[in-house]
């Protein structure tokens, strides 16, 4: 089945630190979505991407859909205290709406 | 507007007992959306309905799990009987595709299921 790979697992950030992170995928997908998943929480969207080369941005979140509609990223910029959280990435098919995700990049804050 | 709710939020069984899981979606939203989530991994679709019908159980262990969605509204996931690997956050999300638009998921808050 598809499956997609995301990097780094987790990460530490300082406040005002820019970070990235991405996804990549054996099988190309239409869509590109990140989402946000807090602790006892469900994800929840932060960008949707439907074309490849895709830009998008939501206040400090960057996202790109690669040109092989095979990968994504994600950027946070002047990153704050509550950027903290799981991030994940999901991308879909040609064939209905099934989502497949990323396995999340966590990000905690540096002690 | 409200989001999606499910209950319980937590449910601890040992292996080999039944469990439900309720899942009331966005109003009006058609398709629904049973995920599982196992400790430190993204979600996996288990099933998608669309109104009262199934579109996908592909990934769904019809062997012990099972849903419905009757009246085409609030849902029900079912294990039976549960095993120590079924422990996970089984997430409900709903959408509504406007006309021409695209799809986007609202996930419910998640039950923490836990078998021992």
């Known amino acids: 089945g598809q499956q997609l790979n995301q990097s780094p697992q987790s990460m530490f950030i300082q406040e005002g630190e820019d970070v990235s992170m991405n996804c990549t995928s054996s099988s190309i997908f239409n869509t590109w979505l990140w989402y946000k998943q807090d602790p006892g929480e469900g994800p929840v969207l932060l960008i949707a991407l439907y074309k490849a080369g895709e830009l998008t941005s939501n206040g400090r979140l960057t996202a790109q859909f690669g040109i092989t509609r095979k990968d994504s990223f994600l950027n946070i910029s002047a990153s704050i205290p509550s950027d903290v959280g799981i991030y994940f990435c999901?991308?879909?098919?040609?064939?209905?709406?099934?989502?497949?995700f990323g396995g999340g990049t966590r990000v905690l804050v540096k002690p | 507007e409200a989001g999606v709710a499910q209950s319980p939020r937590y449910k601890i069984i040992e292996k080999r007992q039944s469990v439900a899981f309720w899942c009331n979606p966005i109003s009006g939203h058609a398709t629904l959306y049973w995920y599982q989530q196992i400790l430190g991994q993204g979600p996996k679709l288990l099933i998608q309905f669309q109104n009262n019908g199934v579109v996908d159980d592909s990934q769904l262990p019809k062997d012990r799990f099972s849903a419905e969605r009757l009246k085409g509204v609030d849902s029900t996931l079912k294990i039976q009987p549960a095993k120590l690997e079924d422990s996970a956050v089984y997430l409900c999300?709903?959408?509504?595709?406007?006309?021409?638009?695209?799809?986007?998921?609202?996930f419910g808050p998640g039950t923490r299921l836990t078998v021992l």
């Open positions: 999901a991308g879909r098919g040609a064939a209905g709406n099934k989502l497949t």
């Open positions: 999300a709903s959408s509504s595709r406007p006309p021409g638009g695209t799809d986007t998921q609202y």
